[in-house]
């Protein structure tokens, strides 16, 4: 998993960094690293690194301060860097020095030539702000942006985005390319901030090592790789754990057989599926064992339940004998509605049974009130408040323990966003469920492996839920590198 790091805990580390290594040495080590990562876009977008033109934006503190020293390791590479000073009586001084000794040229940004060099750079550096930034971009760092055509290469943040959440509520940076330093933060992962950074490349500098447990973790193929069940040689189709299907009405079949179908795929135990929608789930998915009812469908080791049953009396009774069932269960869609309108089903939960509730935005505030700028915070409070794991669905997808650990899933394009594609989620994640991992595991794996699967089925061109879950297997094989 990659860790991500709020701007208190590098902070934090930096200053537990103090004692043995000055300051300035870290921001020597950034904006090295931020030179190079120039150095490499200038090759990739005008062919050279000599001769061509770069546009510092500077802003009041350090990462004005790391953009003047990147500057002033260009110009030895014979870059012609222009620093635009933001703020000019409050830029980084050191850097500055610095930055005019190795030739560079610097002039206050609120000039009127400000405009036409930040227009004329073949690449612009964002220094305008960084991990102590908030709200959207001023506006004359605004004006100048609208200038820039050239690629632009963010320190630590693309600035505008809101470290914290991700969140853009005005003009901001949107970058090629971001360097960020010790590890990421949330404002790289989440949100419209995810867009906003490009592509993020964290350097060490010495902080890594001292920030501690991440506050957010991202799940990355390795992890799908190594955690996804597949059969071993002594495994048979009960050892495998067997999936209870409670989905669907004789209105919605639909969502049985899309529920189906994915736990059907997701893993090579066996499933079975609980409802009215029993014989239309059976001519799709022979291999699903079926029944009319919860009540007469045997053993299992999770259940999925609500995609299509309904809000109503009968949907209320297949609520009940599942939570009553005593074995890890997914509650989406219409469950999730339920327990919100019926507070008393709540009672019907064994305490001990894990829970995995996937609401989307709507569903979020019917149980507990709209979602906050601040998703995760939102995620988080939710969990503990239900003790159960909590999946908010989206572009970024937060999963949030009760005991506080939350992964991120960030989409790499919106196909998701289809109807149906819930119903295959909740069925993977009761696969993974019946499967015995951890139920915040199962519930973040599942996310990666839908978004995954998502952008398979479609390669830029739209899809609805059955391609998505018919992209499963192809989705699993490019985890596992079997591809
Ligand atoms: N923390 C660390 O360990 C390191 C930090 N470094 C750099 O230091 C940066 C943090 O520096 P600072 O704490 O000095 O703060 P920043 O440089 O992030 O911000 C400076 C000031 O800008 C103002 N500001 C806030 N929001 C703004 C907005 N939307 N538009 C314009 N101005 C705004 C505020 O007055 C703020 O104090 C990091 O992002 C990184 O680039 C690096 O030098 C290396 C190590
Ligand atoms: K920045």
């Known amino acids: 998993m990659r860790g991500v790091w709020t701007a208190d805990q590098v902070r934090a580390a930096e200053k537990q960094l103090a004692e043995r290594v000055p300051e ?16 490499e876009l200038l090759r990739e977008h005008r062919g050279r690194v000599s001769g061509t033109r770069v546009a510092l934006l500077v802003g009041a503190g350090n990462n004005g301060g790391d953009a003047l020293w990147a500057g002033a390791f260009l110009r030895e590479r014979g870059v012609r860097v222009d620093a635009l000073l933001l703020a000019p009586d409050r830029a980084h001084p050191a850097g500055l020095a610095a930055f005019r000794a190795a030739g560079g040229s610097a002039l206050d940004a609120s000039t009127t030539t400000a405009g036409s060099v930040a227009a004329r750079a073949d690449l612009v550096i964002d220094g305008i702000v960084g991990l102590s930034a908030h709200g959207p971009l001023r506006p004359s760092a605004a004006a100048l942006l609208e200038h820039v055509t ?31 330093f010790g590890g990421l933060k949330p404002g790289h992962v989440l949100g419209a901030g995810a867009d906003h950074s490009g592509h993020v490349e964290v350097l060490d500098i010495g902080l890594t090592a001292a920030l501690g447990e991440p506050d957010l973790s991202l799940v990355d193929a390795s992890d799908l790789a190594r955690a996804w069940p597949v059969p071993g040689p002594d495994d048979d189709k009960y050892s ?24 059907v795929r997701a893993t090579s135990g066996m499933v079975r599926y609980a409802g009215p929608a029993a014989d239309v789930v059976r001519d799709h ?22 995609p299509g049953i309904g809000t109503g009396d009968s949907g209320r009774d ?67 408040t239900f003790d159960a794991v909590v999946l908010l669905k989206g572009k970024t997808t937060v999963i949030a323990a009760p005991d506080g650990r939350v992964l991120v899933d960030q989409a790499r394009g919106s196909w998701a966003a289809t109807a149906g594609s819930g119903d295959v989620l909740s069925g993977l994640i009761g696969a ?37 879950s018919a992209a499963i297997p192809a989705a699993i094989r490019r985890a596992r590198r079997l591809d």
Do not use: K
């Open 285 to 306: 998915w022979p291999e699903a064992i079926v029944t009319g009812t919860v009540a007469d469908a045997g053993r299992v080791q999770s259940w999925t339940v609500g």
């Open 432 to 468: 993974l469920l019946a499967s015995g991992l951890d139920p915040w595991l199962a519930a973040g794996y599942a996310a990666a492996m839908h978004s995954s699967a998502a952008e398979l089925a479609a390669r830029g061109a739209p899809i609805g839920a059955s391609a998505l």
């Open 318 to 384: 297949v609520l009940r004998q599942v939570l009553r069932a005593g074995v890890p269960t997914c509650v989406d869609a219409d469950a999730i509605t339920l327990l919100a309108q019926n507070e008393n089903l709540w009672d019907e939960r064994d305490p001990d049974t894990p829970l995995v509730l996937t609401p989307h935005a709507g569903e979020f505030a019917r149980l507990v009130g709209p979602v906050r700028a601040d998703r995760v915070a939102s995620v988080r409070r939710a969990a503990a």
């Open 150 to 180: 050239a690629p632009i290469l963010a320190v630590d943040l693309p600035s505008g985005v809101d470290p914290a959440t991700g969140e853009v509520t005005g003009a901001a940076v949107s970058a090629a390319r971001t360097v960020t």
């Open 24 to 39: 300035t040495t870290l921001m020597y080590r950034a904006a090295f690293g931020v030179a190079i990562a120039a150095t």
């Open 240 to 263: 495998q754990g067997v999936v209870g299907v409670a989905a669907g009405s004789a209105v919605y079949p639909g969502a049985a057989v899309l529920v189906t179908s994915a736990a």
